[in-house]
């Protein structure tokens, strides 16, 4: 029987998606929305949130990107079968090409909720959450098979066994 469990924990350890380095940044397991009705109580909070790049602004020293907020799955993918919970904005020391960051790619991020910051969506001025990055993953593009709720129905595994 321990031989079974040990294989049982080693095969569910293999299929964690996330990689190591955001994996491993501790977080405070608080949503983003609990966290966007409060910002000035979790000021400073380290999280890890997800969801969907809207849009890519590159400054002198930093990078912004404005993400359509999603509840993570256990392998903290965004879980995009759900309803988004808003948006809010990372904010991120280096870098990020905006052909490679482009809009609608899944992303998680960990890193530090630092108040709020001023966006403009279509005409309105909103606020939304500001996250200090930590670390950034950038999902692969589903093939409809990872990404899919329907994956199994679809038959997109048996095309291995036939």
């Given at each position: 029987?321990?031989?079974?469990l ?16 955001v994996?491993?940044?501790p977080v ?6 609990l966290?966007?009705?409060n910002?000035?109580?979790y000021?400073g909070?380290?999280?890890?949130w997800?969801g ?5 602004k590159?400054?002198?020293n930093?990078t912004?990107?404005?993400v359509?907020?999603y ?19 990372i ?7 905006p052909?490679?960051y ?9 890193g530090?909720?630092?108040g ?9 001025t ?18 409809g098979?990872?990404g ?9 595994h048996m095309?291995?066994?036939?």
């Open positions: 029987m321990k031989r079974y040990s294989l049982i924990c080693l095969l569910l350890g293999a299929c964690s998606g996330l990689p190591e380095r994996k491993d940044v405070t397991d608080i949503s983003y929305t966290a966007s009705r910002l000035n109580t000021e909070t380290s999280v890890r997800g969907v790049i809207v849009d890519v590159n400054e002198e930093f912004l990107l404005q359509l907020s509840p993570l799955t256990f392998y903290h993918r965004p879980d995009l079968r759900e309803r988004s919970e808003g948006r809010f904005v904010k991120s020391p280096k870098f990020l090409d052909a490679i482009v809009e609608g790619r899944e992303i998680t991020v960990a530090t909720i630092k709020d910051i001023e966006r403009t969506i279509d005409e309105d909103v606020r939304l959450p500001l996250l200090f990055s930590e670390t950034i993953y950038l999902w692969p593009v589903a093939d098979y990872y899919s709720p329907y994956h199994w129905r679809r038959g997109y095309q291995y066994w036939f």
